[in-house]
């Protein structure tokens, strides 16, 4: 059965500094790999996805992720990060039929 | 396209009652998807339709659940005899599956608090 851990619970990093969420999975074939985030009060929004091809994908917001194979890992990353950033962030692997969710890592933003 | 829309948005009720609540799928979309989220968690998955056929259910689902997505349109979930432990948020999502592919989109949820 697949599964997503997130080994950060909080992070917390300066307005203007740069970011990256871990996020490790574990499927038997090619996964499918996601990113959501989730801002107080809101619904969960996709920043981007993996299917196949390129390894290094955008999403929205500036974000970026890389799927690397060899270590199970799908980091999501942003060079420079703004408060309104601050949110929960959640990494998910497929396939389609069944998503699987990590327990997500809270962001906070130091102005 | 106005989006994956459920309702209520919050619920209130004491243990015991029965509680349904609905979800409008985005209109093109050919599956959809239960997931219930409790604090500082993620979303867990609970089940899922392939147009109104339901093909998987989550051990999570006690025989108290139950979901239904008649004519393939809207969903309905069903919690009978509500416990304190079914208090959560209750989301719904739905995605275009083309050649085995899709991302899911979320609506806002359905919070239930069971006093």
Known sequence: AQSVTQPDIHITVSEGASLELRCNYS???????????QSPGQGL???????SGDTLVQGIKGFE?????????????KPSVHWSDAAEYFCA??????????????????P | ?????????HK?????????????PISEHNRLYWYRQTLGQGPEFLTYFQNEA?????RLLS??????RPKGSFSTLEIQRTEQGDSAMYLCASSLIIAGVGELFFGEGSRLTVL
């Open chain 1, 27 to 37: 499927y038997g074939a090619t996964p499918y790999l996601f990113w959501y985030v």
């Open chain 1, 45 to 51: 929004q996709l920043l981007l996805k993996y299917f």
């Open chain 1, 65 to 77: 992720a890389e799927f690397k194979r060899s270590q199970s890992s799908f980091n999501l990353r």
């Open chain 1, 93 to 110: 692997v497929g396939p389609d039929d069944k998503i699987i969710f990590g327990k997500g890592t809270r962001l906070h933003i130091l």
């Open chain 2, 1 to 9: 396209d106005t989006g994956v829309s459920q309702d209520p948005r």
């Open chain 2, 12 to 24: 209130i009720t004491k243990r015991g009652q029965n509680v349904t609540f609905r979800c409008d």
């Open chain 2, 54 to 58: 339901q093909l998987e259910k989550s």
């Open chain 2, 63 to 68: 025989d108290r659940f139950s979901a239904e």
